[in-house]
């Protein structure tokens, strides 16, 4: 996986290629919007962190330019700037999300690693949490390389809360995600499938716990 | 009493619109009475004529005829009167019959003519060598015994006695010319005032539409009177002032966070490279907490600085992805949360950024504060309100409100910035709402924030009010909170 780091502050730019390419193999640094562009026309990168402050412009306008390629890279904006507009109007351009300066490098990591799992499952790949996999394009799902059968509806359950890995997911956005508008939906429904869906999970030994937040909803993680 | 009175009349905002009705009044009643008194005095003595006529009057009144149907004259007070007052007044009443006499005749004395009628064909004749003052008259009155020939003189009013005369003939043709002078003013006095100032309303509703939020709105000047324009214009470019200074305080708030979260960060990567361990640890640990002070510091100077815009919006729904957001984090500190909500929008005015911000300040309060391994419960309650209640040690403070204060911590353990609820006291004060802090029952900290409900009149909380109340709740055994 390859990772491209837009900043001009000669501290933070080298150490943000190096904690990065410690975590996600190889990576680049560039410090200017012209050199991202250059960069980003002669090679394919799965992650572009990019700092808004750049010398010759906004790095919002190099963001513009990742999500008119195919296939565009997951992207973070860093940003010194705390204002909620300046953050909305970076996620209104594409960012796939956003870190406030100063940050605990863990945190950033733990960011891009959810930033690339959308992206992968909206490549299409496989994703692995523990020792479940989870193929979006056939939609199955594998526990120890062995699949298991799971119905439609925890299926579309199961797949909206690996999208969420480590956050919560929402009641109200698994309902969206296991039902259709015309479907009645019974008030503890949810509740019945999620319950289904562990007692599967657990039958296959698989180690990814699902763990309810009483009147929000699930968080999915993977030990 | 007197001084009550008059303090009582200060208190009523005066009125350029009535006083200068009341003002207009005043004028036009003092010139009305110069030019009476004008009047009177140039009209000057009375050359007889007047008190002639009077008598002619007095006279027709006491004609009678006596028992063998000859002229006389009854006594009468007002004849009477002209006797006492005027020495050299006298008198011919006659007719066909006969003809009665008074006071010193003089020896010339007119011829009744065929053109001699009853009214006011009177004949003035004979005036005084000496003075201009009319010595005779004679006049023709129709009286109930028959039409008679009346010759006088030797009497003139005085100044005084023609104006007191004139005002009385005067009151009464004036009487309802006056009333109707009085309601048209009184009227005036009402109306005037209410069609004046209504320009003026017009402009103060224009400025109650302008909110905190500088989108550049102004007093619109095309509808303003003459008057008021100045007072538009020196408004607008009061208004246009703020702005600029808004502005330019934005622009300081954006540049002092670039420019104390850049060298944060660099530091924080440097210290990456500390050998040393322990040391490392604590300088990490330093640098959170600075980096947390200015984030923080930062958002409070913007939540004062900068009104938001309230929109109206589901306190709910915003409670709900705000808690969502933070589960992750109270999870890794060993806190579980949860949230309970009606099953129904509750509808408030707000900006969702800022209660989205005073919100996370209080999860992160309740989850450091908060028993290890025990929960936080976030609740979203009619009519609007939002609680956040941790079962920790609780607040340990005499006077709860303190810790709304910039810089107060609840505990001695020197944890957090001591700024979170400063914020969230902040951003209520910005939505017209209170915050309240109390003793959980069993232990810990509920902090009750109440949020005004759209459409109904919060009298009681006037905006801008720094809305504290600090709730004492009994516990069970009995301890006071405060």
Same mark, same amino acid.
């Given at each position: 996986m390859r990772v491209l780091v837009v900043e001009d502050d000669p501290q933070l730019g080298p150490w943000l290629r190096d904690t990065l390419a410690t975590a996600f193999g190889a990576s680049d640094m560039v410090t200017t919007l012209e050199e991202g562009r250059a960069a980003v026309a002669v090679r394919s990168f799965e992650l572009v962190v990019i700092d808004r402050g750049l010398p010759d412009g906004d790095g919002l306008a190099l963001l513009r330019d990742l999500k008119q390629q195919k296939p565009s890279p997951a992207t973070i904006v860093l940003t010194a700037l705390d204002d909620p507009l300046d953050i909305a109007r970076a996620l209104d351009d594409g960012a796939d999300d956003y870190v406030a300066k100063p940050f605990e490098p863990i945190e950033l990591i733990a960011r891009a690693k959810a930033v690339l799992r959308r992206l992968f499952l909206d490549r299409g790949a496989i994703v692995r949490i523990g020792n479940l996999s989870y193929d979006v394009l056939n939609r199955e799902v594998c526990v120890d390389h062995a699949p298991i059968v799971v119905p439609r509806r925890e299926l579309a359950i199961l797949e909206a809360m690996v999208r969420r890995i480590g956050r919560v997911v929402l009641r109200e956005t698994l309902e969206v995600a296991a039902y259709s508008f015309d479907d009645e939906i019974q008030s503890n429904a949810i509740e019945a499938h999620v319950s289904r869906l562990r007692r599967r999970l657990r039958a296959a030994n698989c180690k990814v716990v699902i763990k309810p937040v009483r009147g929000l909803g699930y968080l999915l993680s993977g030990e | 009493m007197m001084m009550l009175k008059w303090q009582r009349l200060k208190r009523v905002h005066r009125s350029i619109a009535v006083l200068s009705a009341t003002l207009i009044g005043a004028v036009t009643t003092i010139m009305l009475l110069c030019a009476a008194a004008l009047l009177i005095r140039f009209g000057g003595d009375d050359d007889g004529t007047w008190a002639a006529a009077d008598v002619a009057d007095a006279l027709k009144e006491a004609v009678i005829r006596n028992e063998t149907g000859q002229l006389a004259l009854k006594r009468t007070s007002r004849l009477d009167e002209i006797t006492r007052n005027f020495p050299t007044f006298w008198y011919v009443v006659s007719d066909k019959s006969g003809e009665v006499s008074y006071g010193p005749i003089p020896k010339w004395r007119p011829q009744k003519t %065929? !053109?001699? #009628? +009853?009214? !006011?064909s009177f004949i003035a004749y004979a005036f005084d060598g000496e003075t201009t003052n009319l010595r005779k008259m004679a006049v023709v009155r129709n009286t109930p015994v028959g039409e008679v020939w009346i010759e006088t003189g030797g009497v003139a009013y005085t100044a005084a006695q023609l104006t007191t005369g004139m005002l009385t003939d005067a009151t009464i043709v004036a009487l309802p010319i006056i009333l109707v002078l009085a309601a048209t003013a009184f009227t005036a006095m009402v109306f005037v005032p209410t069609l004046i100032a209504r320009p003026v309303r017009a402009v103060a509703a224009a400025a109650e539409m302008i909110d905190g939020v500088s989108d550049g709105r102004r007093l619109p000047e %095309? +509808?303003?009177p003459a008057e008021l324009l100045p007072l538009v214009a020196a408004f607008n470019r009061a208004l246009s002032r703020i702005d600029v200074a808004s502005k330019a305080q934005r622009n300081f708030l954006s540049n002092a966070a670039h420019e104390l979260r850049t060298p944060l960060t660099n530091a924080r990567t440097i210290l990456e490279q500390v050998e040393d361990a322990p040391l490392r640890a604590r300088l990490i640990a330093e640098n959170q907490k600075l980096s947390s002070i200015v984030t923080m510091l930062l958002q409070l100077a913007r939540i004062s600085a900068e009104p938001a815009e309230l929109i109206e919006m589901d306190l709910a729904a915003l409670a709900r992805r705000v808690a969502a957001e933070h589960v992750p984090m109270a999870l890794k500190n060993g806190s579980d949360v949860e949230f309970i909500e009606p099953h129904h929008p509750i509808w408030v005015r707000g900006s969702e950024t800022a209660i989205a911000v005073a919100l996370s300040n209080l999860i992160r309060n309740a989850v450091t504060h908060g028993s290890a391994g025990g929960s936080v419960l976030i609740e979203v309650g009619a009519p609007a309100r939002l609680s956040v209640i941790d079962y920790g040690s609780g607040l340990q403070l005499g006077q709860p409100e303190l810790l709304l204060e910039p810089f107060k911590r609840g505990n001695t353990r020197a944890e957090g910035t001591g700024l979170g609820l400063s914020i969230v006291s902040q951003v209520m004060t910005t939505h017209g709402g209170t915050v309240s802090l109390c003793e959980t029952p069993g232990g810990g900290t509920t902090v009750e924030l109440n949020f005004p409900v759209p459409g109904c009149r919060q009298a009681d909380l006037p905006q801008g #009010?720094?809305?504290?109340q600090a709730m004492t709740e009994a516990r069970p055994d009995g301890i006071s909170a405060a």
């Open positions: - | %065929q !053109t001699s #009628r +009853d009214g !006011t %095309q +509808d303003a #009010r720094k809305a504290v």
